[in-house]
């Protein structure tokens, strides 16, 4: 019986991958490569099966094996560069963006730089200005991106400028937005004293997120800031429900607010919360 050629063994294991057999794929693939090591499609594609499984390390291996063979591939840089973020090596994810943009400069990789750089940034705020050129270029380009609004939205709201962050991330909740863009312009909309605005803000972010306690933390700092004790109350035995180890913060919110309550005993309140 005839071997299937590695274009057979690619084009049965990309099925597999597609349909979420993903055990299929890996072994078509595994078997292709017990033939033919070098063969570099059947190596982008394990790296790409690996990579959606989590193994990052033996991912690396592989594609840098099909890259070895192909480096003209830009497909295959754009996978090199984020199974390389995955493993936090940014500087190798941004030279496999460069080498992407230079063979095939399309969206796709643009945005890959935008979130590469935009996590690179937060241990090498250096790059930050790079980040953030990078979502407004993306959005200059492409102006209901969500993505790049609601980035830029926070890291305008990092800078405290408030209103700009704001304005952004409206723009960026107009559609199917995550919960994380909803809890940063709820931030943004507290730190302008919008306290109603904020209020629908956190409220769509636990919608959205049910488990997300730091927005149902505060809600219940907005709606105490709002009068509205009883509800703030509930957001608060939410938050601590979630996560007890908020019960300091929780205990400061209500004492320390404009509209607060007294609580003589740390167990009184755990009580009141739910405990």
Known sequence: ?????????????????????????????????????????????????????????????????????????????????RIARAAKDFDAALA?????????????????????????????TSLRPHAREAWRAILDVVPQNAEAAARLGRLAWEDGDHAIAVSLLERAVKGDAPASAWFDLGLARQDLRDHHGAAISYRKAIDLKSDHAEAALNLGIVLQELGDLDGAMRAYAQAYRLRPQMFGSIAMALTSASHGRLWLDEASLRRALGD
């Open 1 to 81: 019986m005839t071997e299937p050629t590695a274009e057979d063994t690619v084009r049965r294991a990309t099925i597999a991958f597609n349909s979420g057999e993903r055990g299929e794929a890996r072994r078509l693939c595994e078997e292709g490569l017990s033939r033919e090591p070098g063969e570099p499609m059947l190596n982008h594609l394990l790296a790409a099966v690996l990579f959606s499984q989590g193994e990052i390390q033996p991912a690396r291996g592989h594609i840098e094996t099909s890259l070895a063979k192909r480096p003209g591939n830009a497909a295959a840089h754009l996978l090199a560069a």
């Open 96 to 124: 496999h963006l460069d080498q992407a943009i230079a063979i095939a400069p399309q969206r796709e990789v643009f945005l890959e730089k935008a979130r590469t750089l935009d996590q690179a940034s937060s241990s090498q």
